[in-house]
């Protein structure tokens, strides 16, 4: 199953390097968005923190493998890691086919709340991807 | 950029100097092969399923997890390394990463064909020349910076390879053996005489500066030295080979790209020795001859008799 790289569902924030939040009182679950997973490309292994780790926003947090390529896991908040998706360590194609559902990666306590004011609004974010969609569209012309 | 031509070098240098590049948050491309063989395993590999630890201790092998990705390769003198460090907010590297191995593996690909052989790019990362694979690469972000690695193979021992990975069986032992020497090749497959280091080198970095602009000749310096050093220990600590890796159900090996061995489980415990290529199935019990197609080598031929061994129910 392909998800729409253009799909930013509403009620969730978003970060310029492609995770989402679901921000509830002082937690927060992530994920890899949409246009996220599309970048990457089929993830065939996630390497998430451990309960009870603390993790920063955008510090290298873990890391995911795509074909011929590890990338890292840069969460955008701050907090301790309070549940992680064991699914995704034994099979990681539903950060793929479903990344706002099944596919998100872990909960975190957030440490500073006020972090989520710099993160992007469903349209800010949908704008943000256009951008790289025509860069991404430059770069395979120039390639 | 700067340039490392390096030569022949400690095996754990091959893989620490570029590590350490991009840890210092230096670009640069390094050219090199070790003096002694290794063992390196991916960022994702597990160890316990992937290695046959005792093979490797008897033979004196020793092992490296590296920060990029792929699987367990065993590298020796046979390899020519070319290494690349970019700071990732370099704008010739496009958003999707994978693209850029298009760009990075011409050098290789041209100094291949000069010498000869008709390599061409796989998409995404592969070097092949009439289908085989004669180039290993693989990717990653280290640090703020990202690497991409690849290695030209002049010669590779196929028997040593398929010894030192755990195998469910001397079945599928024989079938990995076949299969790589069905689906890769070397330079020595197609000339009498491989080309020297000093022949690739130049021929790779020739390649380099016309894809990237001018390389500035330097050797190690004090910093990378001790970065290296340093990331020796990290690297070859035995808890850092041990993390928990990529399990899988069954044992499954890639081959190249688009091609797996893989041990299938059935009803009656017994197994099956399954080639995966191009989405397609084949039971290797009931293709014996698989492997053995007019494309391969007289040598390879010889060895596909395995197969046979296999059909024959040992």
Redesign the interface.
Known sequence: MQVDKRFVPEGLLYARNDYWVKATADEAVIGLTAYGQDVTGDILYLELPPVGDSVSRGEDSGSIESGKWVGRLLPPVTGTVLERNSVLEEDPSGANQDPYGVGWLIRVRLADPSELEVLLSPAAYREWIEEQIRREQEEEGAL | MDLYDLAGIDWWSTQCYYHALAYLGREGLIICYPTSPYVCL???DDLEQEIDRSYCEARGLPLLRR????GVVYLDCNQIFFQLVLRRDNPVL??????F???FLQPAIRACQLFGLPAELRE??DIVACGRKCSG?????IGECVAYVGNILLDFDFDLMSSLLWVPGPGFKECLRVAMRRYLTTLADWLPVPPSYLQLSTALAAGFAGEFGPLNRRLPDEELEAEAGRLKQRLTDRSWLSLP??KTKERRIKIAEGVYLVESGCARGESRILLLRDGMTTDLADCPDLLSDRNISPDTQHRASALEYIADGA
Do not use: F, S, V, W
């Open positions: 991916g960022l994702h920060e990029t990705g792929g496009p958003l999707k990463r994978q693209r191995y298009k760009h995404p990362a690469n693989a990717a990653g972000d890796g990529h």
